[in-house]
């Protein structure tokens, strides 16, 4: 089983180059923020606990939301675009909380099976 920190290795909290890309006319390259999200994901090595993977692969999927979510804020001008970014960070930061304790939980749990 793979520990919560390696989860959080995978999904940065948004330091990664596809964080930073801009296409030629500016703004934010959503699509390499999705390819590397993608990656991350492919590349992730599956513990066979469905719900270890299940946290692990949804908190990449999150964390990318709200790096998507920050470069709205950053670059988008649309009001109703901005809210749901917003709204979209808050969820997504409490319910990567939420996996993380769960994570720890279950990393607990597996060293004491040891």
Same mark, same amino acid.
């Given at each position: ?13 948004? #330091?990664?180059? !596809?964080?930073?890309? @801009?296409? %030629? ?8 923020? =999705?390819?590397? +999200?993608?990656?991350k ?20 999927? #999150?964390?990318? !939301?709200?790096?998507? @979510?920050? %470069? ?8 109703? =675009?901005?809210? +749901? ?21 279950e ?8």
């Open positions: 089983m793979l520990h919560p920190a390696s989860a959080q290795q995978a999904a940065p909290h948004g #330091h990664s180059a !596809a964080n930073q890309a @801009a296409p %030629a006319g500016g703004g934010t390259d959503m699509k390499a923020m =999705m390819k590397d +999200m993608n990656d994901m492919s590349s992730m090595p599956m513990t066979g606990n469905t719900d270890v993977d299940f946290s692990m692969m949804t908190r990449i999927h #999150h964390q990318r !939301a709200i790096d998507m @979510a920050q %470069a709205e804020l950053r670059d988008g001008k649309a009001p109703q =675009m901005r809210k +749901m970014a917003s709204q979209i960070i808050s969820a997504q930061k409490k319910e990567i909380a939420e996996m993380d304790k769960f994570l720890a939980k990393h607990q749990g597996a060293t004491k099976k040891k």
